[in-house]
Each structure stands twice: as C-alpha cells, then as structure tokens.
C-alpha cells in the first residue's frame, strides 16, 4: 500500500479577498487549487511539491460566465461542462465550446477548470488553440488589484506563464466579433475521450476577393508551449490560397514550431499531421470563401 505524507494541509477559504492576501502575505507558500485535475494526479504519484494548498473553487467570482456587450467574460474557476454547454459560447465561440468536450472524459470537464488548464501551461492544453484563434486575454487578480494580458502573451515558456506568484486568472475574456469568421478545429489523438492530444489546432479566419485578410491559428503540442503561428500567419495573409501558397505555410509552420518524442508521439509524426491539419484548414477556408 502506497503511504501519503501527512504534511499537507488544504484550506478553503470560500472569499476571493482572503485567499488573494493569502497569496500576497506568503509569497511563494500557498498553490491554489480549483478542480484538482492536474494537482491530485501529482498528489497521487507521490510528486507533489506543494504542501500548503488554497481552494479557489468555491470562490463565485471566479465560476461566472457574464455576457457583457462586445465581450463574454468566462470565470476561470468555471469548469469546462460549464463551458461546454453555455449558449452564448455554443453560439458565439464553437471553437471553445467543441474543445471544451474533448478535455478527458466526463469526470475531468465536471472538475476541470480553464483557469487550472491555462495556470498548468501543458504545451498539450486542450482549450488554448481556441483561446488564440479567438483573440482572447485574461484577465489577472491579485491584491494589488487587475491586469488584462494578450493571451498571446501569456505563456514565456515550458510551463511558465506571465502569472505572478500572488495572482489568479480571474477570467478569460472573448471579443465578440467572430460570428461570421470562417473556423476551423481538430484534436489529433489516441482516441476520442480521455486521450491527451499528440497535436490540436485551432483557427479563425476571413477572406476578401479570394485573399486572405484576416487568420489566427492556434497549435497545441508544437513547441515547449501552446502556440500562435504568427509566422504562418505572416505568409498567408494577404495571399490567394493557391497550391503554392499552402505550400509555403507548411514550411513557415514547419520552421516555427519545435516538436519533440514524447510517450504520446514523435516529432516526425507531428510534423507531418500537423502540416496536413493546416493544409486540410486552407483548404476548407478557401472553400467556403468561395462560397461567401
Ligand atoms: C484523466 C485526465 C485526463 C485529462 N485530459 C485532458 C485533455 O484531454 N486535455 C487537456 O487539456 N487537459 C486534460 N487533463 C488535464 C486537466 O484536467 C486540465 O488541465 C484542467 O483544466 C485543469 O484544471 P483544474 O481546475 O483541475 O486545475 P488544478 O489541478 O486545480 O490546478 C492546476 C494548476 O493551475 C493552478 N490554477 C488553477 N486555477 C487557477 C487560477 N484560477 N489562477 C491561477 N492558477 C490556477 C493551480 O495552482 C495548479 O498549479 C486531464 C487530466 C486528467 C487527470
């Protein structure tokens, strides 16, 4: 039978004001901890480093998802079956919502929160392809008060997020103006359900007379963190989608991102689908452009 250290304590405040002077008062001592999905299955390895651990998922400023004018605002304490079934997210940001109900199986999106999701930083985050095709910040507080941060701008490297120690992810926040955009989503993986992603992309896009205004592609498992392809989008925008220029996105793709072997994959693998999952993406916009 496996022994657990006894040294760990859990507290639970239950009020936003408490656990940010929590965090402000004790530099560096407290974790907070939302759904758990990510903090238990260390726990349960044995791996945990952190002892002292701060509930945030009873906190009700973190569990909202407010529509408000020309934003959705989405708590992020809320969890990703809150996620999934919202219609102003189902109707405005199907992107979200499709990868809201790939994240695990059913257990992990009734716990799993997208605040836990972006704060872990797996370069394999199931919900932040989206998050960069929808152009999304978030939104930080701390007891110093709030800041809002370019999701683009979020992750610094393997794990490591613009975050300071004493702040929170208050919320993620969606510009409303993707209605019409052309959109694209796909989780490469073992299975359907509870299957880690080897690869996952997602993209919005417009085009005008046959060229490419506007794109956003979003990548997870690429790179040491999830990814936008701001170089792929460099080549493609203002270009027709000819042969020759899907042809040159895949190389700009290929030199932008930095695949590796893991337990799930290996990096040739990756490289190749992932080049088919954009190339299957222009193709499908140029498509439905046409169409327009
Ligand atoms: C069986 C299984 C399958 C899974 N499948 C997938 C999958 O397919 N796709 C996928 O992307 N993920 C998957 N996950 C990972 C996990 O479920 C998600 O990353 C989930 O969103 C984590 O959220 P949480 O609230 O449970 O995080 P927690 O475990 O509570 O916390 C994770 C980290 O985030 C920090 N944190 C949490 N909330 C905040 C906040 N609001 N502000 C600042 N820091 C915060 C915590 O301090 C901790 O460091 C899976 C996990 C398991 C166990």
């Known amino acids: 039978m496996r022994s657990y250290p006894a040294d760990y304590e859990l ?37 945990l480093l952190a002892r002292k651990l701060v509930s945030i998922w009873p906190l009700p400023e973190l569990r909202e998802i407010v529509e408000d004018g020309d934003f959705i ?15 102003g997210i189902q109707k405005h940001f199907p992107l979200l919502a499709q990868c809201a109900s790939w994240i695990g199986g059913i257990a992990n999106q009734n716990r ?8 872990n930083a797996s370069p394999a985050a199931d919900s932040a392809p989206a998050l960069f095709a929808y152009d ?7 007891a110093r008060g709030s800041r809002r941060i370019p999701y683009s701008q979020f992750h610094l490297g393997y794990k490591k997020t613009a975050l300071a120690p004493d702040e929170l992810i208050h919320a993620v926040r969606l510009p409303r103006r993707f209605d019409g955009a052309l959109r694209y989503v796909r989780k490469v993986g073992t299975r359907n359900a ?4 080897k690869i996952c992309m997602a993209a919005t896009g417009n085009l005008r007379h046959g060229r490419v205004e ?23 925008l203002g270009a027709a989608l000819s042969d020759a220029t899907i042809a040159e996105a895949r190389k700009a793709l290929s030199n932008e991102t930095t695949p590796i072997d893991d337990i799930r994959s290996t990096a040739s693998y ?19 452009g046409a169409l327009k």
């Open 11 to 47: 507290i639970t405040p239950g009020n936003l004001d408490v656990v940010l002077c929590l965090l402000r008062d004790e530099p560096n001592q407290w974790t907070p901890i939302a759904g758990g999905t990510e903090i238990m299955v260390l726990y349960g390895a044995g791996k």
């Open 73 to 87: 605002s989405i708590g992020g304490g809320c969890s990703f079956t809150q996620i999934g079934r919202h219609p």
């Open 112 to 119: 799993g929160t997208i605040g836990g999701n972006l704060a």
């Open 136 to 142: 999304a910040e978030i939104e930080v507080i701390s």
């Open 194 to 197: 509870q299957a880690i992603s």
């Open 214 to 236: 506007e794109i956003r592609i979003g990548m997870g498992s690429m790179a040491p963190a999830p990814l936008r392809l701001t170089a792929t989008e460099q080549v493609l």
């Open 270 to 288: 990756r490289s190749l689908v992932a080049g088919n999952l954009l190339e299957e993406m222009l193709r499908s916009f140029a498509a439905s």
